[in-house]
């Protein structure tokens, strides 16, 4: 069983660009959720998606957007990128009920 | 906003020794789980629960759910190297059955070897 996967690994930017970050979910999980790990601390919620939309988002402004397509993968869009947008980003999935299983995430460097 | 407070924030840890954890949190949560991170990785789950005063095992690990709803401990018997890392508490108001996706964590209690 594959797990999540999230690409790219690594990543690095200039402040006012645009960035997209992909994840592939756990074999017949149908809901994903995005979170934000800054250095040192935990990891934030961004938003959840469930069958194509959005169902959930934290305190993230509307620079923040996300895609998930019918096999369930997602897209995770930053427009307009921040220094403070450096941060890891993690890909979790999982089924309706059931707890999430994390990717290893995408490291995000603004400079 | 919800928030967690985790506790300690480190430690240092000898082979052989028991390690304690705990979470609190300033609202009620409906579950909690634990996860541990190495460097590089995404969390891993290690526990969860869904109803207060439950206690769960899993090998030398242990947690519990609280049973005021606002708080969560994780034990580790008999600490192996292996156990060094960034364990974290999450929570969330969702009930067993809801979306888990917005899950609040703390802030990590790092894991380390005694030099």
């Known amino acids: 069983e594959t797990g999540v996967t999230q690409s790219p690994t690594h990543l690095i930017k200039t402040r006012g660009q645009q960035v997209t970050l992909r994840c592939s979910s756990q074999s017949g999980h149908n809901t994903v959720s995005w979170y934000q790990q800054a250095l040192g601390q935990g990891p934030q919620f961004i938003f959840q998606?469930?069958?194509?939309?959005?169902?959930g988002r934290g305190n993230f402004p509307p620079r923040f957007s996300g895609l998930q397509f019918p096999n369930y993968s997602s897209e995770l869009n930053v427009n307009a990128l921040e220094l403070d947008d450096s941060a890891l980003y993690l890909c979790?999935?999982?089924?309706?009920?059931?707890?999430?299983?994390f990717g290893n995430g995408t490291r995000l460097t603004v400079t | 906003g919800q928030q967690l407070n985790q506790s300690p924030q480190s430690m240092f840890i000898q082979e052989g020794e028991d390690v304690s954890m705990n979470c609190t949190s300033s609202?009620?949560?409906?579950?909690w789980l634990w996860y541990k991170q190495d460097p590089g990785e995404g969390p891993v789950l290690l526990i969860a629960?869904?109803?207060?005063?439950e206690l769960t095992s899993n090998g030398r690990l242990t947690a519990q759910f609280g049973i005021t709803r606002k708080d969560s401990f994780l034990n580790i018997s008999a600490s192996i190297p292996s156990d060094v890392g960034i364990y974290f508490c999450a929570g969330t108001s969702m009930n067993y059955g809801g979306s888990q996706g917005n899950l609040i964590f703390g802030k990590g209690t790092k894991l380390s070897v005694k030099p």
């Open positions: 979790a999935s999982s089924l309706p009920e059931s707890p999430l299983h």
């Open positions: 998606y469930y069958r194509e939309e959005e169902n």
């Open positions: 609202s009620i949560f409906n579950t």
């Open positions: 629960l869904y109803k207060a005063g």
